[in-house]
C-alpha cells in the first residue's frame, strides 16, 4: 500500500529537549516536504527536500532542521523545542519536478511543547 | 506570492441540503488546484486535481469546477459523513511548494 508514515503520533515535551519526527514513504517520490498546522493559519511549509541530499527553506523554517540521506526518508528536527512550535505537523510526498501530481500526506505529529 | 483563500469557514447544512464551497486563488502560472478532504486529528486526504479553466471532475456527491481565478466545490445532498474540512491549495510554475487556505469546515446534520 502506497503510504506516507510518521512517528511518533504524539508527543509531550519539554522546552530545549532535543526531538526527531521521523517521516518515510514507500512511492519512490523524490520530493518530500514538512508542513504545520495552526488554527487559523492553515497549513505552512516548513521545509522541503527535492532530492536525495537537497534541502530547502520553506516558508517557516525558524528553530527546524531537516535532512535527506535517503530516499524514503525525511526526518524533522527540533533541536531546542519552543512553546510556539506546539503543532500539528504533516509530511507529505510527490513525484517531484515537471509533474503535476499532487502530494500526498502523512497521518499527522500531534507535538506538545511545555 | 502564491494565495488561496477559502469562504465561507464553516457551514452548517440540513442532510440533503446542497451547496458550495468557495476557493479564490491568486497564482503566477497554475499548475495545478487541488482539494482535499481532512478529518479531525488526521492527515489530508486528496480528492481532485484541476489543471485549466472550465474543467469540472466528480466524485460521489463532490464536484470541483475551475475558473481563471477561483474553484467551487458543490456538494450534492450531503451525507453525515460528508462532514470533514475541505482545503483548497494550488501549485504554480517553478515551484513544487502547494500554497493552502485555511478551509472550509462544513457540517451535516442528520
Known amino acids: 500500500e502506497a503510504q506516507v508514515t510518521q512517528n511518533p503520533r504524539y508527543l509531550i515535551t519539554v522546552t530545549g529537549k532535543k526531538l526527531t519526527v521521523t517521516c518515510s514513504q514507500n512511492m519512490n517520490h523524490e520530493y518530500m516536504s514538512w508542513y504545520r498546522q495552526d488554527p487559523g493559519l492553515g497549513l505552512r511549509q516548513i521545509y522541503y527536500?527535492?532530492?536525495?541530499?537537497?534541502?530547502d527553506k520553506g516558508d517557516v523554517p525558524e528553530g527546524y532542521k531537516v535532512s535527506r540521506k535517503e530516499k524514503r526518508n525525511f526526518p524533522l528536527i527540533l533541536e531546542s523545542p519552543s512553546p510556539n512550535q506546539t503543532s500539528l505537523y504533516f509530511c507529505?510526498?510527490?513525484?517531484?519536478?515537471?509533474?503535476?501530481?499532487?502530494?500526498?500526506f502523512g497521518p499527522g505529529t500531534r507535538l506538545t511543547v511545555l | 506570492e502564491d494565495q488561496v483563500t477559502q469562504s465561507p469557514e464553516a457551514l452548517r447544512l440540513q442532510e440533503g441540503e446542497s451547496s458550495s464551497l468557495n476557493c479564490s486563488y491568486t497564482v503566477s502560472g497554475l499548475r495545478g488546484l487541488f482539494w482535499y478532504r481532512q478529518d479531525p486529528g488526521k492527515g489530508p486526504e486528496f480528492l481532485f486535481t484541476l489543471y485549466s479553466a472550465g474543467e469540472e471532475k466528480e466524485k460521489e456527491r463532490l464536484k470541483a469546477t475551475l475558473t481563471k481565478k477561483e474553484s467551487f466545490l458543490h456538494i450534492t445532498a450531503p451525507k453525515p459523513e460528508d462532514s470533514a474540512t475541505y482545503l483548497c491549495a494550488v501549485k504554480g510554475f517553478g515551484n513544487e511548494k502547494l500554497t493552502f487556505g485555511t478551509g472550509t469546515r462544513l457540517t451535516i446534520i442528520p
Open positions: 527536500s527535492m532530492n536525495v541530499e537537497v534541502t
Open positions: 507529505a510526498s510527490t513525484r517531484g519536478r515537471g509533474y503535476t501530481d499532487t502530494q500526498y
